[in-house]
């Protein structure tokens, strides 16, 4: 199976546990849109309904708009049900990598207002330690960008700023520049955010750390679920 076939297996076991009358953080992706597609299918089905969405960045909300999904915002909605959203990178105790599709400060914010955060991913996503594969994505200021970017390579990384389309910087939703951040090891992930945070001109960063309660990951033998230790 390929990792498109597993990320739709642990997307669409995600949408199976939706209800009726859910506020629904819709997190930012590949492995998400799949979980989009499928909660839209159960809404036409007429499985559920009375579903309210909150996307968390314009690429989600277009393609819940264009599939039917009633939206609302965090200023409307300020506390969520359930918030599904897929990872770069997952550790044993659920801790995140995340970001690479650049609305990491958008998840973060929605994550945080969320009851229960379930994250979905193929098996490929799982490491034994934050790092191992997946660049940390730190969200900066214009301003002053290569002192910012000067003081995360004293951590340790080596910080390359992120181009889009066009070989020009890749812009987030709130139209800030992305480093992604690549370091040797995270020995402590912890320590790590609190560096990131002091940093002046970060704006946000891809350390999830202790926000998700759950992962479903696809396999080829199918979804499996697993809990925060």
């Known amino acids: 199976m390929t990792p498109e076939d597993l990320k739709r297996i642990a997307a ?34 007429r499985e559920i309904g009375e579903i309210v969405g909150v996307p968390t960045s314009r690429r989600t909300e277009e393609l819940a708009r264009a599939l039917g999904i009633p939206l609302a915002t965090l200023d409307e909605i300020a506390r ?8 770069d990178e997952v550790d044993p105790g659920l801790d995140l990598i995340k970001g690479l ?3 990491l400060v958008r998840e973060k914010i929605v994550a945080a207002a969320s009851r229960h955060f379930i994250v979905i991913a193929d098996q490929g996503k799982l490491v034994s330690r934050l790092g191992e594969r997946s ?3 730190v969200e900066i200021l214009d301003f002053g960008w290569r002192s910012t970017r000067d003081l995360l390579a004293r951590l340790g990384c080596d910080p390359v700023l992120r181009v889009g389309d066009g070989a020009v910087p890749f812009r987030s939703d709130q139209g800030n ?9 995270i020995d402590d992930a912890a320590a790590l ?11 946000g ?6 926000m998700a309660d759950e992962a479903i990951v696809g396999t ?6 697993r809990n925060r230790s």
């Open 205 to 210: 960063h891809g350390l999830f750390l202790g």
């Open 101 to 103: 599709g650049g609305a």
């Open 12 to 45: 669409e076991a995600a949408a199976r546990r939706i209800v009726s009358g859910q506020r629904v953080g819709l997190g930012t992706g590949s492995t998400t849109k799949f979980f989009i597609e499928a909660l839209a299918a159960r809404l036409r089905a």
């Open 193 to 203: 955010a609190r560096d990131l945070d002091a940093i002046p001109g970060v704006v």
């Open 135 to 137: 660049p940390v994505p």
């Open 80 to 87: 969520l049900d359930v918030y599904v959203d897929g990872a």
């Open 177 to 185: 520049t992305i480093l992604d951040c690549r370091f040797s090891s």
């Open 220 to 225: 080829p033998t199918g979804p499996e679920t």
